[in-house]
Structures are given as structure tokens and as C-alpha cells.
């Protein structure tokens, strides 16, 4: 397993101009890895593939 150092991190388009408030994600084949935009050294999440289109579709209905 490769390190979280070693991911590539991406925001939402649709985190504005500034990208103040948003998250970021990293993607590997296993893992959706989720941290803070504005404190990278924050802890981290990781979530399985199926758990976090489980949570966008879930979020996407609001």
C-alpha cells in the first residue's frame, strides 16, 4: 500500500475561485481518500470505492 503522501489530490470545480471551503480527494483502485483543502496535515478519511458513491448519491439528493 502506497503512502497518503504519495497521492495525487484534486478539489471540486465547484470549490470557487478562492478553493476556501471545500475538500479535496485522492483516488487509488481500493481507497477514497478525503482531507480538508485548507489543512492538509488534518486528519484523513478513507472510504471504500461503493461507500462513497454511496455518500455522493446520498448528498446529490439535498
Known amino acids: 500500500m502506497s503512502s ?4 495525487t489530490w484534486f478539489k471540486s470545480s465547484h470549490s470557487g475561485s478562492d478553493g476556501d471551503a471545500c475538500i479535496e480527494v485522492a483516488l487509488t483502485l481500493a481507497t477514497v481518500h478525503i482531507r480538508d483543502s ?3 496535515q488534518s486528519p484523513q478519511l ?4 461503493s461507500a462513497w458513491n ?3 448519491s446520498y448528498a446529490a439528493q439535498a
Open 46 to 49: 478513507a472510504f471504500s470505492p
Open 38 to 40: 485548507k489543512d492538509e
Open 54 to 56: 454511496d455518500f455522493v
Open 4 to 7: 497518503t503522501s504519495d497521492l
